[in-house]
């Protein structure tokens, strides 16, 4: 089942949630992995992390982002993540539909947010980093990282 949330509806009108809008959106995706992950589900695949939404606040200068860091730090402990940064190399198809902003700047917010994640959820591990038009690469490394974890958890 996909589940889309409510920020890329926004993206595709180019409008980006503020303040509280970007909070609800927040704790939309919260709730809503919380649900599948208390019942059972092991793994939840999203290009759209819990921090990342964190980030975004930051990066906009909304002061609601500190409590949004402690919170995605409180989930994560909870609710351990596999953290798989897509680098985008300069062959990548950038798509604009439904993007904030031009290729450039996306991956200059990349380093932004690499940046981010090291300063506020340091605590993520392992993270793995997989060239985006690398799609075999992508497969074999979550591929192996939940291997992994399966068989730790099954020593």
């Given at each position: 089942?996909?589940?889309?949330?409510?920020?890329?509806?926004?993206?595709?009108?180019g409008v980006?949630?503020?303040?509280?809008?970007?909070l609800?959106i927040?704790?939309?995706?919260?709730?809503?992995?919380?649900?599948y992950?208390?019942?059972?589900?092991?793994?939840?695949?999203?290009?759209?992390?819990?921090?990342?939404?964190?980030?975004?606040?930051?990066?906009?200068?909304?002061?609601?982002?500190p409590?949004?860091?402690?919170?995605?730090r409180?989930f994560?402990?909870d609710?351990?993540?596999l953290?798989?940064?897509?680098k985008?190399?300069?062959s990548?198809?950038?798509?604009?539909?439904?993007?904030?902003?031009?290729?450039?700047?996306?991956i200059?917010?990349?380093?932004?947010?690499?940046e981010?994640?090291?300063?506020?959820?340091h605590?993520?591990?392992?993270?793995?980093?997989v060239?985006?038009?690398?799609?075999?690469?992508?497969?074999?490394?979550?591929t192996?990282?939940?291997t992994?974890?399966?068989?730790?958890?099954?020593?």
């Amino acid at each position: 089942r996909r589940v889309l949330f409510r920020s890329k509806p926004h993206a595709y009108a180019g409008v980006m949630p503020r303040g509280w809008a970007a909070l609800s959106i927040f704790n939309q995706q919260l709730q809503s992995e919380h649900q599948y992950l208390s019942a059972g589900v092991e793994h939840i695949i999203s290009d759209s992390p819990l921090w990342l939404n964190c980030f975004y606040q930051s990066f906009y200068g909304e002061v609601i982002s500190p409590a949004c860091i402690i919170a995605a730090r409180a989930f994560d402990d909870d609710f351990d993540s596999l953290e798989v940064f897509l680098k985008r190399s300069a062959s990548f198809e950038f798509q604009t539909h439904g993007r904030y902003e031009i290729q450039e700047e996306a991956i200059a917010r990349d380093e932004k947010i690499v940046e981010f994640v090291n300063r506020h959820i340091h605590h993520l591990s392992p993270r793995i980093t997989v060239d985006v038009s690398d799609r075999d690469s992508i497969y074999t490394a979550i591929t192996h990282e939940i291997t992994n974890r399966a068989n730790f958890i099954l020593n």
